[in-house]
């Protein structure tokens, strides 16, 4: 693609050294650069990519999309934000790939990967192909395997690539999307034509970045607020901030809304978990349904019913919808069983909401004579606020809590441990135990943790790496918990 051809729509401030070259490719790691390729110098929290124009363009780099002017003699495009400006740039560049997809983006705190691989299912059962894209990677079929993601919603140039092949090579039509709250404020979904957009939750999250509950709403609202004529939206009506979701979808929009406490379009009655799952009736389009699911807790029953909600509001039937649903088993890391004796529960949940919510669930299926354990930590260099908010809820929650380590990154393990028991009303060692080094914390379940009761595992879930101050390990709870309980591993 010629250069003026890349930038005819782009809204720049200067153009200089200009030559109407050919460009290949766009990158933004001067690592990767390739012959051929515009380098967008990013403006990021820790780096700024107008330091390494230089090895860019040593390694085959031929213009470069800049904040400001750069003592290079290659054409260079002056952009307010190279940040927001690479959107625009590779959806130019990949010819606007969304344009000809069905693509709903999803989310919200939690739920948001329970979601999409839902509605792919349903997709599935209702004969038509489905890709996903999220905090696991992206796959082109329920049954098929991974591919590797860097963010829950990739950078521009990667995310337009994708959805391109999606739609050229594999011939797909329909795309569901983890969005996450950073890549609709960095501008990562720019260009991207959304046909509807689903509303999981919105708890407290990733603070250390948005500042403000209002900032944090804001920037999900901007996956609303870009929804044109015709297409819909579906909302959790039981979330505190529903209404203000509501309020600001543009006119046209189809909304839905789904719920357990509140009147909405699609609603879960009389709900009962047991060890096998979750058992309700669905009310939707004046019928009901009863429903089972392999799946457990109270978020389950909301991931299922905003699922439903988004096939319905495609025009799917319902009763094919509950075909997909009911024999699934659940998503790797979210509220998985490991082991059944205790009855041990790897949970991605790290934050308080999202803490509550497992704690909850795993609370309704313990035993009488057991006792819920919850073994957790948090992750370093990320909002430290939400520390003794989540010690308070396992506090009163779980019988017996083991606080260890998350993802320490840059921190001091025990700095957030000290921040996790400020939330604390006791210490004292019948219901806390401390232990900073996670696998040691996990070996400790085998001298606490009886037959009959339950554990919870939280905060890593699917993931198997920890992150330390200078190094990342292999690590995965699940592993851990199988060789701690080996004989009664499921």
Same mark, same amino acid.
């Given at each position: 693609?010629?250069?003026?051809?890349?930038?005819?729509?782009?809204?720049?401030?200067?153009?200089?050294?200009?030559?109407?070259?050919?460009?290949?490719?766009?990158?933004?790691?001067?690592?990767?650069?390739?012959?051929?390729?515009?380098?967008?110098?990013?403006?990021?929290?820790?780096?700024?990519?107008?330091?390494?124009?230089?090895?860019?363009?040593?390694?085959?780099?031929?213009? !470069?999309?800049?904040?400001?002017?750069?003592?290079?003699?290659?054409?260079?495009?002056?952009?307010?934000?190279?940040?927001?400006?690479?959107?625009?740039?590779?959806?130019?560049?990949?010819?606007?790939?969304?344009?000809?997809?069905?693509?709903?983006?999803?989310?919200?705190?939690?739920?948001?990967?329970?979601?999409?691989?839902?509605?792919?299912?349903?997709?599935?059962?209702?004969?038509?192909?489905?890709?996903?894209?999220?905090?696991?990677?992206?796959?082109?079929?329920?049954?098929?395997?991974?591919?590797?993601?860097?963010?829950?919603?990739?950078?521009?140039?990667?995310?337009? =690539?994708?959805?391109?092949?999606?739609?050229?090579?594999?011939?797909?039509?329909?795309?569901?999307?983890?969005?996450?709250?950073?890549? !609709?404020?960095?501008?990562?979904?720019?260009?991207?034509?959304?046909?509807?957009?689903?509303?999981?939750?919105?708890?407290?999250?990733?603070?250390?970045?948005?500042?403000?509950?209002?900032?944090?709403?804001? =920037?999900?609202?901007?996956?609303?607020?870009?929804?044109?004529?015709?297409?819909?939206?579906?909302?959790?009506?039981?979330?505190?901030?529903?209404?203000?979701?509501?309020?600001?979808?543009?006119?046209?929009?189809?909304?839905?809304?789904?719920?357990?406490?509140?009147?909405?379009?699609?609603?879960?009655?009389?709900?009962?978990?047991?060890?096998?799952?979750?058992?309700?009736?669905?009310?939707?389009?004046?019928?009901?349904?009863?429903?089972?699911?392999?799946?457990?807790?109270?978020?389950?029953?909301?991931?299922?019913?905003?699922?439903?909600?988004?096939?319905?509001?495609?025009?799917?039937?319902?009763?094919?919808?509950?075909?997909?649903?009911?024999?699934?088993?659940?998503?790797?890391?979210?509220?998985?069983?490991?082991?059944?004796?205790?009855?041990?529960?790897?949970?991605?949940?790290?934050?308080?909401?999202?803490?509550?919510?497992?704690?909850?669930?795993?609370?309704?299926?313990?035993?009488?004579?057991?006792?819920?354990?919850?073994?957790?930590?948090?992750?370093?260099?990320?909002?430290?606020?939400?520390?003794?908010?989540?010690? =308070?809820?396992?506090?009163?929650?779980?019988?017996?809590?083991?606080?260890?380590?998350?993802?320490?990154?840059?921190?001091?393990?025990?700095?957030?441990?000290?921040?996790?028991?400020?939330?604390?009303?006791?210490?004292?060692?019948?219901?806390?135990?401390?232990?900073?080094?996670?696998?040691?914390?996990?070996?400790?379940?085998?001298?606490?943790?009886?037959?009959?009761?339950?554990?919870?595992?939280?905060?890593?879930?699917?993931?198997?790496?920890?992150?330390?101050?200078?190094?990342?390990?292999?690590?995965?709870?699940?592993?851990?918990?199988?060789?701690?309980?080996?004989?009664?591993?499921?």
């Amino acid at each position: 693609m010629k250069l003026d051809e890349l930038i005819e729509h782009l809204d720049y401030k200067d153009l200089i050294n200009f030559k109407n070259i050919d460009i290949t490719g766009i990158s933004y790691n001067s690592k990767t650069t390739k012959k051929g390729d515009i380098f967008v110098c990013l403006v990021g929290e820790h780096t700024d990519g107008h330091e390494y124009a230089k090895n860019a363009l040593e390694n085959g780099a031929v213009a !470069l999309l800049v904040e400001r002017k750069l003592d290079f003699k290659v054409p260079q495009v002056v952009v307010s934000s190279t940040r927001h400006k690479i959107a625009d740039i590779a959806d130019r560049f990949y010819s606007s790939p969304s344009e000809g997809l069905n693509l709903i983006g999803i989310t919200g705190t939690n739920g948001k990967t329970t979601v999409t691989h839902l509605i792919q299912k349903i997709f599935e059962e209702n004969g038509q192909k489905c890709a996903l894209i999220g905090t696991l990677g992206y796959k082109l079929s329920s049954d098929g395997e991974y591919r590797d993601a860097k963010h829950t919603t990739p950078q521009a140039p990667e995310l337009q =690539a994708t959805l391109r092949m999606i739609k050229d090579v594999e011939k797909i039509d329909n795309v569901v999307m983890e969005v996450s709250s950073h890549a !609709l404020d960095q501008n990562r979904v720019g260009g991207c034509r959304f046909n509807g957009a689903v509303l999981t939750n919105l708890t407290q999250d990733h603070l250390d970045y948005h500042i403000t509950m209002d900032n944090y709403f804001e =920037a999900k609202a901007l996956l609303f607020k870009g929804l044109k004529e015709n297409c819909f939206a579906v909302i959790n009506a039981d979330d505190a901030y529903s209404e203000r979701f509501l309020n600001i979808i543009p006119e046209g929009v189809k909304k839905l809304t789904y719920g357990v406490k509140k009147n909405a379009d699609v609603q879960a009655k009389n709900i009962q978990f047991s060890m096998n799952g979750a058992e309700f009736t669905l009310a939707a389009q004046g019928q009901e349904y009863p429903v089972n699911l392999h799946m457990n807790g109270m978020f389950s029953v909301y991931n299922v019913l905003a699922a439903i909600t988004t096939a319905m509001a495609q025009g799917i039937d319902i009763n094919t919808s509950l075909r997909a649903l009911q024999n699934v088993k659940g998503v790797a890391g979210r509220f998985e069983v490991v082991v059944k004796k205790p009855l041990v529960i790897v949970d991605y949940a790290h934050t308080p909401d999202g803490l509550e919510n497992v704690l909850n669930s795993a609370r309704e299926i313990t035993p009488k004579d057991g006792r819920l354990i919850c073994l957790f930590g948090c992750g370093g260099d990320r909002d430290a606020t939400k520390r003794p908010k989540m010690g =308070a809820i396992a506090e009163k929650i779980a019988d017996k809590i083991i606080i260890t380590s998350d993802n320490p990154r840059s921190e001091d393990p025990q700095q957030i441990i000290t921040d996790i028991i400020a939330g604390l009303k006791s210490v004292a060692a019948e219901k806390v135990t401390v232990e900073p080094d996670r696998g040691k914390a996990i070996e400790l379940l085998k001298t606490i943790a009886n037959n009959n009761d339950v554990v919870v595992i939280a905060g890593k879930g699917h993931e198997d790496y920890q992150i330390l101050k200078d190094r990342t390990i292999h690590f995965d709870d699940r592993e851990q918990a199988r060789k701690v309980f080996e004989g009664s591993v499921i």
